[in-house]
């Protein structure tokens, strides 16, 4: 069965820090990755998702994830965060077809 | 081209009432998910449905809650005789059919209150 860890609950940082984000997914053959916004009482928006080539993914607003195959990790970085990146942020993996198994969730809260 | 479309947006129920949740997959999206999420918790997954046939319901409740996807109309969540616990998000996603590289688009989800 497919797990994915993330490994900071909630995570406050100031305007201008740097953004990173750890997801770890436990599953032995090939998925797809994904990560994915919540804004408060909104929908999910995808960030950005890994098929399969170039392991560092640029996504939207900034976002980029580096996947490393070894690690089974899926991390989520931004160089410098706003406060409109306030959001839940969810890790996702789906073994290429069929339901996607979500982690629990990173709160970001920025900081003016 | 709209996306998923969930309705309604909030419901609010009496206990041992039923909540019926309408999915409208995007154009072309043959594939339906439904997930749960509760609060301070990440998304559960509960069914995959195709057309007219439920392909993966693992993570369904085994009472009170059933779903479908007909040939005609938008998937439905039902759940019936609601209680407080299943008060939650419920999203719904879809999709084309399933290929290697297929990603799921999801709905703005059904706020479910049950009081």
């Not at chain 1, 960030?47 to 996947?67: M, N, Q």
């Not at chain 1, 899926?74 to 890790?91: G, I």
């Not at chain 2, 449905?49 to 439920?54: A, F, G, S, Y």
Request: proline share 5%; glycine share 8%; charged share 20%.
């Amino acid at each position: 069965a497919q797990s994915v860890s993330q490994h900071n609950h909630h995570v406050i940082l100031s305007e201008a820090a740097s953004l990173e984000l750890g997801c770890n997914y436990s599953y032995g053959g090939t998925v797809n990755l994904f990560w994915y916004v919540q804004y408060p009482g909104q929908h999910l928006q995808l960030l950005l998702k890994y098929f399969s080539g170039d392991p560092l993914v640029k996504g939207i607003k900034g976002f980029e994830a580096e996947f490393i195959k070894s690690k089974f990790s899926f991390n989520l970085r931004k160089p410098s965060v706003q406060w409109s990146d306030t959001a839940e942020y969810f890790c996702a993996v789906n073994a290429r077809a069929g339901k996607s198994t979500f982690g629990d969730g990173t709160t970001l809260t920025v900081k003016p | 081209n709209a996306g998923v479309m969930q309705n309604p947006r909030h419901l609010v129920r009496r206990r041992g009432q039923e909540a019926r949740l309408r999915c409208s997959p995007m154009k072309g999206h043959s594939h339906v998910y439904w997930y749960r999420q509760l609060p301070e918790e990440g998304l559960k997954f509960m069914v995959y449905l195709q057309k007219e046939n439920i392909i993966d319901e693992s993570g369904m409740p085994k009472e009170r809650f059933s779903a479908e996807f007909p040939k005609e109309g938008p998937s439905i969540l039902r759940i019936q005789q609601v209680v407080r616990g299943d008060s939650a998000a419920y999203f719904c996603a879809s999709s084309p059919p399933s290929g290697a590289d297929t990603e799921a688009f999801f709905g703005q989800g059904t706020r479910l209150t049950v009081v």
